[in-house]
């Protein structure tokens, strides 16, 4: 049974930082891309940031560049997203994501086909 469990999640101020998780299990994880996209209500789910199976080929969004850091750990099965600089902007439920391809990760959903249950960043001004 696949699953992608993230945390670390929170309410900051502007300019702060967080650091989520998310723990996959039940598959071979180091074989696909892995990605986390965001969603705020009345607003379409957003890619924000991707990376190939491997960990040498990684995206992020125009909105997020230089501020937000995807990695992984295949040791481990854990992807990781630093956020840094945070703006009230950036608030919306987070969500890793799975994919079905090693190399060729993009930022439409249509391209996953695992999700996690979300986590919340909330950043006020």
């Known amino acids: 049974q696949v699953q992608l469990v993230e945390s670390g999640g929170g309410s900051v101020q502007a300019g702060g930082s967080l650091r989520l998780s998310c723990a996959a299990s039940?598959?071979?994880?180091?074989?696909?891309?892995m990605a986390w996209f965001r969603q705020s209500p009345g607003k379409a789910r957003e890619g924000v940031a991707t990376i190939s199976a491997g960990g040498g080929i990684i995206n992020h969004a125009d909105s997020v560049r230089g501020r937000f850091t995807i990695s992984r750990d295949n040791a481990k099965s854990t992807l990781s997203l630093q956020m840094n600089s945070l703006k009230p902007e950036d608030t919306a439920m987070y969500y890793c994501a799975s994919g079905s391809s090693a190399n060729s990760c993009g930022f439409s959903s249509s391209g996953y086909n695992y999700w996690g249950q979300g986590t919340q960043v909330t950043v006020s001004s």
């Open positions: 039940g598959y071979s994880f180091r074989a696909y891309c």
